[in-house]
């Protein structure tokens, strides 16, 4: 299945320029997600807008983003005045410096995305920005808007493509001096070789089952207990059930047969009695 693109827009080095496409390298449609219902009734909850004063529901589109100018005071801005705003970097990634691939703090790294090139007449020019990015261990860094929030990002050149991060604002990541300044250096040195041999014991290659979520094989198995315990809902009278028998088709097309041969013989018989 071809992936979906989050973001279509142009990476930029200098007067080097070519189309690009990001995915997010992350996915969560294999977690197991759950509907909000009415315990009482079993039927599923509908959130929607409803204007504070009023009391109505809001008309699908009627929202518009507030800027608060005193109490109950709002300047109101729509998604039309948002775009008016829109920085360079809504479409084009510039690369603005280079950096030592091992000079970022993990602590600042946030999303990753993947970066590939959006059509052959880019190939070249995205092929040429990644190998030189991989021969000197550099990442780019750039600015890109995320969620009408422009963000730091990293190039990260990976396999035969790009993977870019995006980056925690300096402030946003709290000085580590602050925790760590206060714990004594006392560790036993006799103690450290044990350590190192345990570590050693316990070293082995990396691999994604290390980080894999014991919750979701629980859910699911929750889950079949609960089905097998459950009967079958009966399909209500005069409305369709969505559960359709895996023959569904096969039994619409022999009752259509069935229908035509039984007008073609009502037409018949209603000839031959015209007739006599």
Same mark, same amino acid.
């Given at each position: 299945?071809?992936?979906?693109?989050?973001?279509?827009?142009?990476?930029?080095?200098?007067?080097?320029?070519?189309?690009?496409?990001?995915?997010?390298?992350?996915?969560?449609?294999?977690? %197991?997600?759950?509907?909000?219902?009415? *315990?009482?009734? +079993?039927?599923?909850?509908?959130?929607?807008?409803?204007?504070?004063?009023? $009391?109505?529901?809001?008309?699908?589109?009627?929202? =518009?983003? +507030?800027?608060?100018? $005193?109490?109950?005071?709002?300047?109101?801005?729509?998604?039309?005045?948002?775009?008016?705003?829109?920085? !360079?970097?809504?479409?084009?990634?510039?690369?603005?410096?280079?950096?030592?691939?091992?000079?970022?703090?993990?602590?600042?790294?946030? *999303?990753?995305?993947?970066?590939?090139?959006?059509?052959?007449?880019?190939?070249?020019?995205?092929?040429?920005?990644?190998?030189?990015? *991989?021969?000197?261990? %550099?990442?780019?860094?750039?600015?890109?808007?995320? +969620?009408?929030?422009?963000?730091?990002?990293?190039?990260?050149?990976?396999?035969? $493509?790009?993977?870019?991060?995006?980056?925690?604002? +300096?402030?946003?990541?709290?000085?580590?001096?602050?925790?760590?300044? !206060?714990?004594?250096?006392?560790?036993?040195?006799?103690?450290?070789?044990?350590?190192?041999?345990?570590?050693?014991?316990?070293?082995?290659?990396?691999?994604?089952?290390?980080?894999?979520?014991?919750?979701?094989?629980?859910?699911?198995?929750?889950? =079949?207990?609960?089905?097998?315990?459950?009967?079958?809902?009966?399909? =209500?009278?005069?409305?369709?059930?969505?559960?359709?028998?895996?023959?569904?088709?096969?039994?619409?097309?022999?009752?259509?047969?069935?229908?035509?041969?039984?007008?073609?013989?009502?037409?018949?018989?209603?000839?031959?009695?015209?007739?006599?």
């Amino acid at each position: 299945m071809a992936p979906k693109y989050y973001w279509k827009g142009y990476l930029k080095l200098s007067l080097l320029t070519c189309p690009v496409a990001m995915t997010p390298a992350m996915s969560e449609s294999e977690r %197991v997600r759950f509907h909000t219902l009415n *315990k009482d009734t +079993g039927n599923r909850v509908v959130s929607q807008y409803v204007d504070s004063v009023t $009391g109505k529901a809001l008309k699908q589109g009627a929202e =518009a983003k +507030g800027y608060v100018r $005193g109490e109950n005071d709002y300047v109101i801005l729509t998604d039309d005045d948002l775009d008016r705003v829109a920085l !360079d970097t809504v479409k084009t990634i510039d690369i603005e410096k280079f950096v030592p691939a091992d000079s970022i703090d993990w602590v600042y790294l946030e *999303k990753p995305h993947y970066l590939t090139p959006d059509n052959a007449v880019g190939n070249e020019a995205f092929a040429v920005i990644r190998n030189a990015m *991989k021969s000197d261990n %550099v990442v780019g860094v750039s600015k890109l808007v995320i +969620g009408r929030r422009e963000r730091a990002v990293i190039l990260e050149p990976r396999e035969e $493509g790009i993977v870019l991060w995006s980056l925690r604002f +300096g402030d946003e990541v709290r000085p580590e001096e602050s925790y760590f300044e !206060d714990i004594e250096d006392k560790a036993d040195p006799d103690l450290i070789p044990l350590v190192q041999k345990l570590i050693k014991q316990k070293s082995a290659h990396w691999s994604p089952d290390m980080v894999s979520d014991p919750i979701q094989p629980s859910l699911l198995n929750l889950i =079949a207990e609960k089905k097998k315990a459950m009967k079958p809902k009966k399909a =209500a009278r005069g409305k369709r059930s969505d559960a359709a028998p895996k023959d569904n088709v096969v039994n619409i097309m022999d009752a259509m047969r069935k229908s035509v041969d039984a007008d073609l013989r009502g037409r018949k018989a209603a000839s031959s009695h015209a007739s006599s």
